[in-house]
């Protein structure tokens, strides 16, 4: 089956510590997102990807950082200097970035701060 | 700024009964709009999208959604609600005007009585 997985469903991160939210889609999709769900906010953008190799900042990007160097892989670490990290990160992919594509999401990671 | 609201944060209706959460958005000329749903603690799903062509487009699930250009609204129906439609809804719009990236409402949380 087709689709995409997030690993960790739960992460609890220690004060200082960067963690790392896995990202992995088979559905040989080019463009790959990063979004942060809180509470009564909707979906913010904190990353994009639309091509292996290369990425761009979302809205929210502060204190998080990501990488592509696979099509089917767009992992995201949350660093130390983002000082209120609680929330549900889900990923998403869309055939092209160069056009407005249906995202496709995946189950999420709930990532909470011990 | 693009713009995406729902104005409703709650909607609660009676098994059996019609259905209609609104979104309103503030975009380019050539909007691209979905509707999501999300059950608690998952990913988000694709319920229905409109690109282009008849206003009015049929989805999952016994849902639809009508595209209205004056109003700048593509409001969700279902005329007749069952239980398992209990979830959170989210409108999203598109625009190549702002680099394919789409922007979500806040949501709409659905309740259905018995």
């Known amino acids: 089956d087709g689709g995409i997985t997030q690993s960790p469903k739960y992460l609890f991160r220690k004060e200082g510590q960067n963690v790392t939210l896995s990202c992995e889609q088979n559905?040989?999709?080019?463009?790959m997102y990063w979004y942060r769900q809180d509470p009564g906010q909707g979906l913010r953008l904190i990353y994009y990807?639309?091509?292996?190799?290369?990425?761009q900042k979302g809205d929210i990007a502060e204190g998080y950082s990501v990488s592509r160097e696979k099509k089917e892989s767009f992992p995201l670490t949350v660093t130390s200097a983002q000082k209120n990290p609680t929330a549900f990160y889900l990923c998403a992919s869309s055939m092209e970035g160069a056009r407005v594509e249906t995202q496709y999401f995946g189950p999420g990671t709930r990532l909470l701060v011990l | 700024a693009q713009s995406v609201t729902q104005p409703d944060i709650h909607i609660t209706v009676s098994e059996g009964a019609s259905l209609e959460l609104r979104c309103n958005y503030s975009y380019g000329a050539t909007p691209y709009l979905f509707w999501y749903v999300q059950s608690p603690g998952q990913g988000l799903q694709l319920l229905l999208k409109?690109?282009?062509?008849?206003?009015l487009v049929q989805g999952i699930k016994g849902f639809e959604a009508e595209f209205k250009r004056s109003q700048s609204s593509f409001n969700l129906r279902k005329p007749s609600v069952h239980w398992s439609d209990a979830a959170e809804y989210f409108c999203a719009v598109g625009d190549r005007e702002y680099g394919n990236k789409l922007v979500f409402g806040a949501g709409t949380i659905l309740r259905v009585k018995s």
């Open positions: 990807s639309q091509i292996v190799n290369d990425f």
């Open positions: 409109y690109f282009s062509g008849d206003t």
């Open positions: 559905l040989n999709h080019d463009a």
